[in-house]
């Protein structure tokens, strides 16, 4: 007996084996040539552009969409690495609808913007197609910074340090370097490998070592660190995640939303991943509608979505919130998790609807249950594994503007440090700005 | 729906939609599915002496500026004229004209320059049936260099030498196609006149080069590693096509001589714009080859709805624009204009400010909320902003009425006055 959607329970293989490849391809195929011009010719090149100001790396977006529509879409790569040395994995995976194409006038006119993070994928894929990596380093400056963490945020520094001549080496606790990138990403957004494919292009520069399965708290010390390096920078990102608070959440299919993600994007066979027929996701942010989706992908038969505020509290923008809707998942809002109920494993979540007065969130007393098979919390990540005596601010390691922890030779950034949204791109951001403060500090004499 | 019958140089067509002399004339085939398509007229592609016809190029000749998707803007060729046996070309007119008697058909011609070569054919083409000849003094390239073409175009005297044997050897009208590849157009157009043309058709196609093989370092089309210049139409040479025009329809000489609009007419309010400065009627070659004969029901429609709309019947569109038309001198400068940007409409790109700041008057400023506003007492109403917004009626040119305070000046607004008068020019009549 094949499987399909309707079998119960928790199961592999609920679709057609030749199914998933389509099932999981790129969500924004890649603009051709001629699309990409028609595209670029849609931007009117404005005067300090509000696209370039709401990119959280400042990329010339004017200028980058000019050279494509010049024919030289290698150039504006190059505008774009400048700035954002993982514009490639930006272009597919920022919400560009809550960034530069928000402002983007065009947006403001006519509610279409210049499709600017499709255009910057066209820009990054062409340069990094011709296997070319537009950098080197400068001359050796005898420094070494350790980098603690190989995400988005650890990769842009060591990147940077690298070119300005320092000695890095990256150590992360995982087996792949990538951090989110290689196990957090939708799959849709990020197909075919790209996340490695990225960060080989990346160390193309020369000068970073890479050392996986070395965790900090666990055999690395950030004393031993700050002793053996000339500077140190963290960026573990939120390796922890907030509980349910939900009577029998310890059931057997109650999982984290970013377990069961990182183990999808991890999985060589996708027909051999088991989910559930009814999949219940509790949370509304970014990795809340990316378990849901890639839930109901794997064929589950019904996913439910469910948040206990309502929509436009909620952290996944409307693309996000419609780009489910579409998927086939069902979204319910104004209600908060009680009570999971199964015998060893789920059956069912006990939901009670809530309503927000001034800010705080009561429970109205009405319940209503929804038959789960698995259940994936999304709930918040949280700082997991900060050194001791490092000062900690609303949850996260305390930072100065280019990334200064309350510990001298001590930098930090991306998901773990204080500022900031918790997005790939900010994450580059700020990684990029505390490398140049480490150079400029290291440099200092 | 207002009638469009045109009556051109005393050829009438039941619209003043003409095809120019070109690939969409070139045989009975295309005329035929053009007339059927609704064209009032054709000018059947360029017959040349009888004998051996002239070869084409069997690479490409044709090269192309684009603009955003793809939008053909402007053509060039380095076509020859028929390269069809005459008599196969008159046998399909006699055909074609028999079965299409109310549409214009007139037989474009270049032959050598010399009085026998054109009074031996004209005779012969006329038994066509067909309704009056073009001259082809303009083509650019290939015939110019055997002495036809714009070599004949740029030299008056010729014009008017070859005109008067045509109008010798034949009583129905003689159109003379003038080149644009001259210095100044009414030495040609004057000429003609002088040796008896009933009408002037122009433009034919601009001298030029469109683009550069940066690979092989060659002019495009490239024919095995070898490019030359192509004659240019399309939407680009429309302007430098309604120059032309205009200057010869207000020229006091050439005022009557019925003119035929060519370059770049691609809808019905292109027709419009040419026959207001005084075409008769116009001519179509690129927007066809582009687009196919369909498009005109669009310019039929169009000018239709366009003359209901004015109340007004299409001889009385013909030169409604050519008094309007003057020289700088006769400018008024004391009609004084602001830019005002609407709020409303402005969806803050800035364009109007990097313009206006880097390039023309410092007039425009950006608020830190990136509100733009036009600084009255900087602005020199020059327009770029206007022409360099994106948002169509965005910034608009406000008039000041007489006596307003000019804030750029501190003058109060005053009368009509032009350079002619102007206490600047030092040849500058005095006002009595
Ligand atoms: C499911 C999901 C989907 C997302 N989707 C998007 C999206 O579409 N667009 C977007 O812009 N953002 C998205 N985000 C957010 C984005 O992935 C993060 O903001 C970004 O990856 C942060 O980068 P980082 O370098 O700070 O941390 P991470 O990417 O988390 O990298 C941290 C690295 O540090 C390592 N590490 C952790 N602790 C230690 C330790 N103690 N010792 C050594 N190494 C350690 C980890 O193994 C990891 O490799 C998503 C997040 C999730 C969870
Ligand atoms: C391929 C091509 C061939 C042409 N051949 C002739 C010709 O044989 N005789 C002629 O008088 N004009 C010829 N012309 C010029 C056109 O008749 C017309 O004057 C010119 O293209 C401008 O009009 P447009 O902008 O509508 O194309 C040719 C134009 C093109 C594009
Ligand atoms: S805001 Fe839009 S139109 Fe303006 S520069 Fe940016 S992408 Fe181009
Ligand atoms: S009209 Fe010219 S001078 Fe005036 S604001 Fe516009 S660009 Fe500046
Ligand atoms: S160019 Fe037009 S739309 Fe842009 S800022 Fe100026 S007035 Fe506004």
């Known amino acids: 007996m094949t499987n399909s959607p309707l079998t119960p329970g928790i199961t592999a293989g609920r679709l057609p084996e030749e199914s998933y490849a389509a099932q999981f391809s790129d969500l924004h195929p890649v603009l051709d040539d001629h699309e990409a011009l028609v595209a670029a010719d849609r931007c009117y090149f404005c005067h300090d552009a ?261 929509r436009a509290r909620m952290a996944a923008s409307a693309f996000e919130q419609d780009l489910a809707a579409s998927k086939g998942v069902q979204i319910f809002y104004n209600a908060a998790p009680v009570a999971v109920y199964g015998d060893g494993a789920v059956e069912e979540v006990e939901f009670e609807y809530t309503s927000e007065e001034g800010g705080s969130l009561k429970g109205t007393g009405e319940t209503f249950r929804l038959p789960a098979d698995q259940v994936f919390k999304a709930i918040g990540q949280t700082l997991d594994g900060a050194p001791e005596g490092i000062e900690i601010t609303g949850g996260k390691i305390a930072v100065d503007a280019v990334g200064r922890t309350s510990i001298a030779g001590v930098w930090a950034g991306g998901d773990c440090a204080s500022g900031g949204e918790d997005l790939t791109v900010t994450a580059v951001s700020e990684g990029r700005d505390a490398a140049e403060d480490i150079h400029a500090k290291l440099m200092e004499g | 729906m207002a009638d469009l019958t045109s009556t051109f140089c005393g050829i009438t067509s039941p619209n003043p939609f003409w095809l120019a002399s070109a690939p969409p004339t070139d045989k009975e085939y295309n005329v035929r599915r053009a007339f059927e398509a609704g064209w009032g007229g054709v000018v059947w592609k360029t017959l040349g002496e009888e004998g051996p016809p002239v070869v084409n190029v069997n690479g490409p000749r044709y090269g192309a500026i684009h603009g955003a998707d793809r939008r053909l803007l402007g053509l060039n060729n380095i076509e020859l004229i028929t390269d069809r046996p005459l008599e196969v070309n008159l046998e ?150 309604m120059n032309m025009v205009a200057e010869i329809a207000r020229n006091p000489a050439t005022a009557n001589l019925p003119i035929s609009g060519i370059g770049g007419v691609t809808t019905w309010r292109d027709a419009a714009e040419f026959m207001a400065l005084g075409a008769g009627n116009v001519q179509v070659c690129t927007a066809v080859m582009t687009y196919g004969f369909k498009i005109v029901e669009e310019m039929i429609s169009g000018l239709s709805q366009y003359l209901d709309e004015k109340e007004m019947a299409l001889a009385d569109l013909v030169g409604k624009a050519t008094p309007n038309v003057t020289d700088w001198q006769y400018l008024n400068l004391n009609h004084v204009t602001k830019a005002v940007i609407n709020q409303d409409d402005c969806i803050n790109c800035g364009r109007c400010y990097a313009a206006c700041e880097d390039t023309s008057h410092q007039a425009i400023e950006m608020s830190p909320d990136r509100t733009f506003t036009v600084k009255d007492d900087e602005c020199v109403a020059c327009n770029l902003c206007v022409n360099v917004c994106p948002i169509e009626g965005c910034i608009t040119m406000k008039t000041l009425e007489k006596g307003e305070m000019d804030e750029r000046t501190g003058k109060p607004v005053g009368d009509y006055a032009n350079w002619t008068t102007h206490p600047n020019n030092v040849a500058a009549v005095s006002a009595e």
Request: hydrophobic share 40%.
């Open chain 2, 92 to 241: 399909e007119m006699t055909r074609v004209k028999k079965d299409y008697p109310d549409r214009a058909l007139i037989a474009s011609v270049m032959v050598p320059c010399d009085a026998d070569s054109w009074k031996n054919i004209i005779p012969r083409i006329a038994e066509t049936g067909c309704d009056g000849f073009e001259l082809n003094f303009g083509c650019p390239h290939g015939m110019a260099e055997r002495g036809m073409g714009s070599a004949v175009g740029q030299v008056p005297e010729y014009i008017e030498m070859v005109t008067r044997w045509c109008k010798e050897a034949t009583d129905l009208p003689v159109i003379v196609k003038l080149t644009p590849n001259i210095t100044n157009v009414l030495y040609p157009a004057e000429a003609a006149l002088r040796g008896g043309a009933d009408a002037v058709s122009l433009i034919n196609t601009i001298n030029s080069i469109t683009s550069v093989n940066l690979d092989a370092f060659s002019p495009e089309p490239m024919i095995d590693g070898k490019g030359t210049h192509g004659g240019y139409c399309g939407p680009a040479v429309k302007p430098i096509a």
């Open chain 1, 50 to 310: 509000p696209c370039m100001t709401a990119c959280p790396t400042s990329i010339d977006v004017p200028l980058f969409i000019r050279q494509i529509m010049t024919g030289t879409p290698e150039a504006a790569a190059k505008t774009i690495f400048d700035q954002n040395i993982l514009g490639g994995m930006c272009a597919r995976v920022c919400p560009t609808e809550t960034l530069c194409e928000e402002v983007c006038v065009r947006e403001i006119a006519e509610g279409k913007p210049v499709e600017i993070g499709r255009l910057q994928r066209y820009a990054t894929d062409a340069l990094m197609a011709k296997g070319v990596h537009p950098y080197t380093r400068a001359e050796a400056t005898g420094k070494t910074v350790a980098v603690v963490g190989a995400g988005p945020a650890g990769l842009a520094a060591a990147h940077r340090l690298a070119m300005k001549g320092h000695d890095v080496v990256m150590f992360d606790a995982r087996p792949k370097s990538g951090g989110l990138n290689e196990y957090g990403i939708a799959s849709y957004k990020a197909p075919d490998g790209y996340a490695q494919k990225e960060v080989d292009w990346l160390m193309q520069i020369g000068g970073i070592t890479v050392e996986t399965g070395k965790k900090l708290g666990d055999g690395l010390t950030l004393d031993g660190l700050k002793a053996d390096y000339d500077a140190v920078f963290l960026a573990i990102g939120l390796a922890g995640v907030n509980a349910l608070r939900a009577e029998g959440e310890d059931a057997d299919g109650v999982l984290d939303a970013v377990d069961f993600i990182s183990e999808l994007r991890q999985a060589e066979d996708l027909s051999k991943l088991p989910v559930g027929r009814n999949v219940v996701v509790i949370g509304g942010g970014m990795t809340a509608v990316d378990a849901a989706v890639q839930a109901k992908l794997l064929g589950a038969q019904n996913v439910s979505m469910v948040y206990r505020r309502g």
